[in-house]
């Protein structure tokens, strides 16, 4: 740590107007660095493979000599897919008694969106933490999808101001991006994300085999975020999401892998190296679709997947692009195929929710976005596939007229037939 402290005396501003003249002020402006790491593991076969170490060596990592007090939540959606996963967790912590100690039976927590709405669990959740004594050196193994990961994340973060979390995300919006950042979260207040913190976790641990028994939506879901990233980042990821749009539609599982590895990555270099891990700026580029998505699932009383409401939202803002002339039409017409192609429905009601005098509910969701930031709007766009811009102002005209558009493909969509719409697109 990098600590820099130094002595000031600042001249308070004079007010020409007034005689009153500020007093001077004696500060120390107080200013340290703390450098961040945390490994993110890729692995298969975590419980199931009797030589795979991983768990183990990503909660002994910091001490590997000694024993290591652990507890484990687990998502119920994975345990009911997957009963004998409890009993795996037990076994692997018997199997390495010299170094690890689960101190109590595994819990098993009702995920999905519910979750972040009951502060009662979180409270649960710091109540068994300090019943268990888990302190700030002990740890927390949660398995689960992004909600899961959120809600069991943001208790760890504010017991002890942080016990170490351990992230075994099990679907794929949880591998390829909210398993393996920095947030915290759960809704409050009706809003989402309300409550939340930056917190690194420990450690993650990214196990393929988990996704076998995800649920086909699920799977599609998670798919957005890779095309979120790929086209504000990465022009080749798009390429290849393109490429390879009909196996990762049948989940075929050398594709998906590459998906999850590759998104995962562009996520984790933005973390490190976009300069703002703690998004203490105005600026979001990883929420390129996003105001419009987060709006959504509140609409649709998250009937709509995270997933589901982002790839709705990226083909919002890509027409949006092009409507004000940002944005190329094929730039628009391949990235409005591909999401197709990937399975995604690119409309649903909720964009033509309607306030009393007649307006899109759905816009308030930019106003939302823009307090969230803290003031300052910042939607991030693309110019091109692979580059993003940040714009600081929208026109509600176009963003009426692009929501008209999505609803118009979709209608063609089902007059058509899924397969053509691509082909048939204006
Ligand atoms: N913290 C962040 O940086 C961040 C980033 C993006 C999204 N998120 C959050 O992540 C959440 C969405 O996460 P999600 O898409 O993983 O959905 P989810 O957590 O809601 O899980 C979806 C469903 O799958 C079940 N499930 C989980 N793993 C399973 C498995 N292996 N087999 C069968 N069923 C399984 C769950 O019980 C749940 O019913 C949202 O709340 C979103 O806000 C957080
Ligand atoms: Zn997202």
């Not at 094929?330 to 306030?355: I, Q, V």
């Amino acid at each position: 740590m990098q600590c820099l402290s130094e002595s000031m005396k600042e001249d308070g501003p004079v007010d020409e107007n007034s005689s009153v003249h500020a007093v001077d002020t004696d500060s120390v402006m107080q200013r340290f660095n703390v450098p961040f790491e945390y490994p993110v593991y890729f692995s298969r076969g975590v419980f199931s493979d009797p030589h795979n170490l991983t768990l183990q060596r990503a909660i002994c990592r910091l001490e590997p000599h000694r024993r290591h007090r652990f507890v484990a939540v687990v998502d119920a959606g994975l345990a009911n897919a997957n009963p004998a996963i409890v009993q795996a967790l037990q076994a692997y912590a018997l199997r390495h008694a010299d170094t690890l100690e689960l101190v109590d039976a595994p819990r098993v927590l009702a995920g999905g969106e519910q979750l972040k709405h009951e502060p009662d669990a979180v409270r649960a959740l710091q109540q068994w933490l300090h019943d268990q004594h888990i302190d700030r050196h002990a740890c927390l193994v949660a398995l689960g999808g992004g909600a899961v990961l959120d809600a069991v994340g943001y208790a760890a973060a504010t017991t002890h101001r942080g016990v170490r979390l351990i992230r075994l995300p099990t679907t794929v919006l949880a591998q390829n991006d909210a398993g393996i950042g920095v947030k915290t979260a759960i809704n409050a207040f009706g809003v989402k994300n309300f409550l939340g913190t930056f917190t690194p976790p420990f450690a993650v641990i990214n196990d393929f085999d988990f996704i076998a028994t995800l649920p086909a939506r699920h799977c599609i879901a998670g798919m957005a975020e890779a095309v979120k990233v790929a086209a504000i980042r990465d022009r080749t990821f798009f390429d290849w999401l393109t490429a390879h749009a009909s196996a990762l539609a049948n989940f075929e599982p050398n594709a998906m892998q590459w998906m999850i590895r590759r998104c995962a990555e562009l996520h984790l270099q933005h973390i490190s190296q976009g300069g703002d891990p703690f998004e203490s700026g105005s600026a979001r580029p990883l929420d390129f679709g996003h105001w419009a998505a987060h709006k959504l699932e509140t609409l649709s009383a998250h009937t709509l997947m995270h997933g589901e409401a982002v790839a709705i939202g990226l083909a919002l803002d890509t027409r949006y692009a092009v409507t004000i002339g940002l944005l190329e039409m094929p730039a628009l017409t391949a990235m409005y195929t591909l999401l197709n192609r990937l399975g995604f429905r690119l409309w649903h009601d909720a964009l033509d929710a309607r306030d009393q005098s007649g307006r899109r509910r759905v816009l308030d969701g930019l106003t939302e976005f823009r307090e969230h930031l803290g003031g300052e709007l910042n939607v991030t766009l693309i110019k091109q596939i692979g580059k993003s811009v940040e714009v600081h102002a929208t026109d509600e005209r176009e963003v009426n007229a692009a929501i008209d558009w999505l609803q118009e493909q979709d209608r063609n969509r089902l007059h058509i037939g899924r397969k053509e719409v691509h082909c048939e697109m204006v």
